[in-house]
């Protein structure tokens, strides 16, 4: 008989405020979510969100592998951009530019931006259904 490892699971509770946005909480975390249908400059809205889930995943990913592949780093930036199809509403597509401050050689960022595709958990989620594409490079 085999064992198989439970499964992680994730849990987010949001509620509307008012017409002008929302709040979603995830253990002691909380989030003002835009949800006005003229937008609001303070919070983000439901694409934004996405992108920003991408951004962290690419991050932790980052954290992650750093230890393991015994790589050396001062800094990490994500620069996202998606672009949005409006019938059927959808993210067309999304690109990445992952900057690293490093003084690793190109083909250990190399390795660092393929352990980032192979192993994100959102990443791997978009991918299967947006055309996501990016780079990554080092830092001036």
Not at 11 to 31: F, I, M, P, T, W
Not at 48 to 64: S, T, V
Not at 74 to 95: A, F, L, W
Not at 107 to 125: E, Q, S, W
């Amino acid at each position: 008989m085999t064992s198989e490892k439970p499964k992680m699971t994730f849990h987010v509770h949001a509620h509307r405020v008012d017409a002008h946005g929302s709040q979603a909480r995830c253990k002691a975390a909380n989030l003002s979510i835009d949800t006005d249908l003229a937008g609001r400059a303070d919070a983000f809205n439901p694409a934004e969100l996405l992108l920003a889930a991408l951004a962290a995943c690419i991050i932790k990913g980052i954290e992650r592998v750093t230890p393991i592949l015994h790589f050396q780093l001062n800094g990490v930036e994500v620069n996202i951009t998606g672009i949005r199809q409006d019938t059927p509403p959808k993210m067309e597509s999304i690109s990445y530019e992952i900057i690293v401050d490093t003084s690793e050689n190109d083909h250990r960022l190399a390795l660092l931006h393929d352990n980032i595709k192979k192993y994100g958990t959102v990443f791997n989620t978009i991918v299967t259904g947006t055309a996501l594409s990016g780079i990554m490079r080092r830092a001036n």
